[in-house]
């Protein structure tokens, strides 16, 4: 019979055991009904005109030029965040220049994109360039060019992580989390971004009111997903 | 293989300003400033990281540690480490790209001319 003391050693190696192992990254990922309804479009035509505004995905870009879609990236988030654009309002405390940030963002004809995928873009973005970045899009999409982005739900909170989207061949997403260098901080020190506020059902019917037709889908994850139809 | 690691080919220092049209046959790594046109057609080119390159390329291969403003235009492949900072379009037939890094236009892959030839493929 084994002492108390033996059950004791092998309980704390046991234990150390457990924790010495590197740590295994969680594959995350998720269902969404909006991006199977794009994929159906994707599946069905082809050279169209993508326009992915998340952090830039290799496995995104093989995914669309594979099916002989032509895709633009352009990661707006992260571009918002260039210092450059930071200038004095009137009251003298920092605001972002969003005519200097459409400047330099989003130039594209009009009427180009057949899809674009906003992703969870509006909820992390400053609030002042969300609804100049919405009727940019609106020029720059084809009349009948879907849009996809997903709003946290109040129940998400705060601290909710940002995370990048990559497609898959079905409705399921695979999910990294976004970090990136901030303006102020070290390059070396990364940050996952903060989210700004959660828009409610009319906000966002809102934001899109100049757009044909607005399809919701609540997910479990606490988020909403909103198919526009330009 | 970037041009630094193999030791080969030409190597612009983080110090060099060039403005113009650079051609060469040879494989070539950048870590200075270019302003211009890149043309290197069946050789490699390697921005390194504190290479600043405002020019339209041309090349077998690109590997992308630094900053770019152009487009790219590779007959093979393309590959953007986790520093790399890309505005301009990419035309290529193969491109990897790391985690971080950022891109910035359209991307063209080409299917390779021996797969589009072969059946069932």
Redesign the interface.
């Known amino acids: 019979m084994a002492s108390i003391s033996d059950n004791l050693m092998r309980f704390f190696k046991s234990s150390s055991n457990q924790t010495a192992g590197p740590a295994i990254p969680q594959k995350l990922s998720r269902r969404s009904s909006g991006m199977g309804e794009i994929s159906r479009l994707l599946n069905s035509q082809e050279g169209l005109c993508i326009l992915d505004m998340g952090s830039?995905?290799?496995n995104n870009?093989?995914y669309f030029?594979?099916k002989g879609h032509?895709?633009?990236?352009?990661?707006l988030l992260?571009?918002s965040l260039d210092p450059g654009l930071r200038i004095q309002d009137g009251s003298g405390s920092l605001a972002i220049d969003s005519k200097k940030f459409l400047e330099e963002?989003l130039v594209y004809p009009n009427a180009h994109f057949d899809v674009v995928l906003c992703w969870n873009l509006p909820d992390y973005m400053e609030e002042s360039l969300v609804k100049p970045t919405i009727d940019r899009l609106w020029s720059v999409m084809k009349p009948g060019g879907f849009l996809l982005a997903f709003f946290h739900t109040r129940d998400a909170g705060p601290d909710s992580t940002c995370y990048r989207y990559h497609v898959t061949d079905s409705d399921m997403l695979d999910m990294?989390e976004v970090k990136?260098a901030m303006p102020g901080r070290p390059g070396s020190e990364?940050q996952s971004p903060r989210l700004q506020r959660v828009f409610n059902n009319r906000h966002i019917e809102n934001l899109f009111r100049d757009f044909v037709s607005i399809k919701f889908f609540l997910a479990r994850d606490s988020m909403r997903e909103v198919l526009v139809v330009r | 293989m970037d041009v630094s690691q193999t030791g080969n080919g030409a190597h612009i220092g983080k110090s060099v300003v060039i403005k113009g049209e650079l051609s060469g046959s040879e494989d070539l790594y950048v870590d200075g400033n270019v302003d211009g046109k890149i043309e290197l057609r069946n050789h490699s080119l390697t921005i390194g990281p504190n290479g600043n390159v405002k020019a339209d390329i041309s090349a077998k291969s690109v590997v992308i540690q630094g900053k770019l403003d152009g487009s790219i235009n590779a007959s093979e492949r393309v590959e953007?480490r986790k520093s790399a900072l890309v505005t301009g379009d990419v035309t290529t037939q193969r491109?990897?790209?790391e985690?971080?890094?950022?891109?910035?236009?359209?991307?063209?892959?080409l299917i390779e001319a021996s797969k589009a030839a072969a059946p069932g493929s």
């Open positions: 830039t995905s290799a870009i093989r030029t594979g032509k895709n633009y990236s352009e990661d992260r571009s963002n990294q990136f990364r | 953007l491109i990897a790209i985690e971080g890094a950022f891109l910035k236009g359209k991307v063209d892959v």
